[in-house]
């Protein structure tokens, strides 16, 4: 992936294969494995985006495990790339209704989710949740009457033979759980030698 700031902070972004393939998923469970550099983070920001300002009055929930990631890290880099501020609240409101909200882990209860119907929901560091149980919570939760389409997607790193691995790569229950996977060296023009080194 390629990225350049153009005037007034719009990013040009130029996608490798494996990136377009994920960000314009329309499976009910895509998930973008991959080593570091690889434009994990901001391909599912870009999903997330996209999908709200395209189909007004839907709900979306960004979720990264621990909180201070959430905020140091995932909120940080949305406000970077779209040149907004996430308020307070945590929840990004777009003229045309749709809102996305920002959550953690200690959030994904089945409390907190009795009452949610979701649209989309958007996993940040799919490996840092040792269970599927909050993935099972919010896969529950994808029911928004109004949704074009609904889809819970997500980013992992490789992570061995995790519960991940087996429901995506080992044994899909279905064409619903696209797999997208790169490695490191995918994007290696793209890298400072040094880091390559």
């Not at 040792?130 to 919010?138: A, C, G, I, R, Y």
Request: aromatic content about 14%; overall charge negative.
């Amino acid at each position: 992936m390629n990225v350049s700031e153009k005037p007034n902070n719009i990013l040009e972004v130029k996608l490798l294969d494996f990136q377009d393939e994920f960000l314009f998923s329309k499976a009910r469970f895509p998930l973008f494995c991959a080593g570091w550099d690889t434009g994990k983070t901001m391909m599912l920001l870009m999903k997330v985006w996209k999908y709200c300002q395209e189909y007004p009055n839907q709900y979306v929930w960004l979720i990264r495990r621990e909180r201070v990631d959430l905020e140091d890290s995932t909120m940080r880099d949305f406000e970077k790339y779209f040149s907004v501020t996430v308020p307070s609240d945590r929840n990004f409101r777009f003229s045309n209704g749709s809102m996305i909200s920002f959550r953690h882990g200690g959030e994904i209860t089945h409390n907190n989710l009795k009452n949610v119907n979701l649209s989309m929901a958007a996993i940040e560091q799919l490996d840092d949740f040792k269970t599927d149980e909050e993935f099972q919570m919010l896969r529950g939760r994808l029911r928004n009457a109004n949704a074009p389409y609904t889809q819970l997607c997500a980013t992992a790193n490789t992570n061995g033979h995790s519960w991940f691995w087996r429901l995506w790569k080992n044994n899909p229950p279905s064409k619903e759980y696209h797999l997208i996977e790169a490695t490191t060296f995918d994007t290696i023009e793209n890298l400072p030698q040094d880091f390559i080194e």
